[in-house]
């Protein structure tokens, strides 16, 4: 069933009124007619909804229930990466937002080939966030940032339980401890991870000291070598397995 | 460093004769030089040598070591999925293979929207297979086939240890019996995993029914719907953390 994610939209009566592209989506895409049923997606709930009527520059739906059972992930988990080229970014808040992720912040890092431009396509990329997660059946947006500095990432420490940064050499070293760190978060009912993974050309000597330093935890994803694109989709899937699948 | 796949290659004396392609890629791409150091992958193994020499039509190594260490994983974990459009397919090889896949199989089913044409494209696709497999520096490249029937797909089921299908259904209904599926096949000590993932129109009721009745075990992927070419990135994540990772 087709899923709305509304912003700055109020349930008045028991009633929804949606206007603007997802009003012409409804309209002139799907041509829904009145009785036909939609997921609506507002403010982190989900509602199952009726349409009611059309008026010439909206459309009324009618709330029937409210669901129940999320979808979304019961921890916060949030994926930071190296600036990578657009499409790898694109292709990552994709996947990411279908595998549960809550928040994406691009990191300006040593290595980035790509450097922090004036406009950085945000509105393209949310537009890609909000049909991933209508697509995934999330009941909330995975949200993202405008790209900020390494320094910055640093600070982040604090207001997480969980700091890991996925680093290839710890794969070559047989450091494999995120099974660990998760299953430690899980138990000792922690709430947020992030987790940081580099640019196309890896981290820095100094990025990774300085990692260390501010207590961000080194993990290795297996013994061959994930391309930066491919590195979030792994920790996801496991952080997912981990700690979503039943034991 | 670099890596190269050599087939139809052998060790004589402890050198090793390389052209065709990888000669190019190595005279005129990278530019080497007496002295410089490649990972050759031969029949499994992989070898450090030292290029030795230039003929007119191919470039001589020297071989200084095997390396003993391995990346592949100790499994064998085949991806069987319903037939998808080729970009589709392209990505999910790719991913596949970094992510440690031993086999990945086409298979056409009732709501693939694209049909088995005369010619698929298998020497774009084992391209693609290759340079993965040497990026991600796997020891021994990934095996594809030419899409087979679903007919030909449940037979299969005799050549495995553990048969499942990612059926969003159980996702739905909290089966996330994958955790335990994987637990007792590390456990017993098997061997051969298969799993398949349906296209973008899902399995048709009648191959759920053929599925569960050959043997096939549905497993959920989290409370979220994935994507065909999410899911298999999701299992070969799954499998690698839970059977490869330190516990």
Redesign the interface.
């Known amino acids: 069933m087709q899923r709305y994610f509304l912003e700055n939209t109020e349930i008045i009566n028991g009633y929804v009124e949606i206007k603007g592209g997802d009003f012409h989506h409804i309209k002139n895409v799907m041509r829904m007619e009145k009785g036909d049923e939609v997921y609506l997606c507002i403010a982190s709930s989900t509602y199952l909804a009726s349409l009611d009527r059309f008026n010439s520059e909206s459309v009324i739906f009618k709330i029937l229930e409210k669901q129940e059972?999320?979808?979304?992930m019961p921890y916060e988990v949030t994926i930071a990466q190296g600036l990578v080229r657009r499409e790898k970014k694109e292709e990552v808040i994709r996947?990411i937002t279908?595998?549960?992720a809550y928040l994406y912040i691009p990191v300006a890092m040593e290595r980035s080939i790509v450097k922090i431009k004036g406009e950085e396509k945000l509105e393209r990329q949310k537009t890609i966030i909000k049909e991933a997660s209508e697509?995934?059946?999330?009941d909330k947006k995975m949200e993202i940032t405008e790209p900020i500095s390494f320094k910055e990432f640093l600070k982040l420490k604090k207001d997480y339980d969980l700091c890991l940064y996925a680093y290839e050499e710890s794969g070559r070293s047989?450091n494999?401890?995120?099974?660990?760190y998760l299953k430690d978060f899980k138990k000792e009912e922690k709430k947020r991870i992030i987790a940081l993974v580099g640019p196309e050309g890896g981290f820095s000597p100094n990025e990774v000291k300085l990692l260390d330093e501010n207590g961000f935890k080194a993990v290795?994803?297996?013994?061959?070598?994930?391309?930066t694109e491919?590195a979030p989709?792994?920790l996801m899937?496991?952080i997912?397995?981990?700690l979503?699948?039943?034991?």
Chains 1, 2 share one sequence.
Do not use: C, F, V, W
């Open positions: 059972k999320s979808s979304e996947r279908e595998l549960g697509q995934s059946h999330r047989n494999y401890n995120l099974k660990k290795g994803l297996g013994p061959r070598i994930l391309r491919t989709l792994y899937s496991a997912s397995y981990e979503e699948l039943e034991d």
